[in-house]
């Protein structure tokens, strides 16, 4: 199993990331790739990338929420340093890039995260390196854009959009699901429809503990869960969802 998304870097894990990193280990979760979602924690997320060698691996991105905070200059100079990174063999993903309008409302800043999303997708691209897409209440304008652009490698992280799951079939687009599963009735029904082969796993940690700080060992709930969804067994999900995050960002662990 691999934790395809979480965001080590924050905060919420400056005390205790050594035994984070252990209790994952110890449930058997292979891989750990943090997202660098923001050029401010870019030394944290390296610093953490290179401690843990083989164990945790990076993919960055300017998240669409940052967007505003930052000129078009300094996200272009951002996205040089992925390019190094790559070059460095320290980056595996594009991501998580894409477009909220949850969280933004400014039209203007909406334009640019559409930009900043095609800049992201420009990169991957050239990169060959998988895209990881964040969307929020605005789904079909993220959709229309990846129509556009045909590119194949894509995980649509926290994907939650029971109208674009067929969508999402067909065009081979792999999609994560984290703990909000647990709870959420759509979420089920999403999972119900998918195959196997297009579900990773992922936590989002420090984000979705409800209440408490959540952390990727707490990826084996999501395994049961989808396990009693598909009615297979537990280590069936382990086991394939595991081997398509390694195979979807190329892992040799
Ligand atoms: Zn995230």
Redesign the pocket.
């Known amino acids: 199993m691999i934790d395809v ?3 080590l870097e924050q905060k919420d894990f400056a005390k205790d990331l050594d035994s984070a990193i252990e209790r994952a280990r110890k449930v058997g979760i292979k891989a750990l790739i943090t ?1 660098c ?1 923001n050029p401010k924690d870019f030394e944290r997320s390296l610093e953490i990338a290179e401690k843990y060698k083989n164990y945790v691996f990076l993919t960055g991105s300017v ?1 669409p929420i940052h967007v505003p905070e930052f000129t078009d200059e300094e996200i272009s100079e951002f996205l040089e340093k992925l390019k190094d990174l790559k070059k460095r063999k320290m980056l595996i993903g594009i991501g ?1 890039t894409g477009l909220d309008y949850y969280w933004v409302k400014d039209e203007r800043q909406r334009e640019r995260q559409k930009q900043v999303f095609l800049l992201h997708i420009e990169l991957a691209k050239k990169l060959k390196l998988p895209l990881i897409v ?1 969307s929020r209440e605005s789904n079909s304008d993220t959709a229309k854009i990846l129509e556009t652009v045909g590119y194949e490698k894509v995980l649509w ?2 994907f939650g959009d029971k109208s674009l799951t067929e969508w999402l079939i067909e065009n081979g687009y792999k999609a994560s699901f984290n703990t909000l599963l647990l709870k959420s009735k759509t979420h089920k029904k999403i999972v119900k429809k998918l195959p196997l082969e297009q579900i990773l796993l ?1 936590t ?1 940690a420090p ?1 979705l503990g409800f209440g408490k700080r959540n952390e990727p060992s707490a990826i084996v709930k999501v395994a049961e869960r989808i396990g009693e969804i598909k009615k297979l067994s537990f280590e069936e999900v382990w086991q394939v969802c595991g081997e398509n995050a390694k195979k979807f960002f190329g892992l040799k662990i």
């Open positions: 998304h979480c965001h997202c979602a998240h998580e964040h992280h926290f992922e989002d984000w």
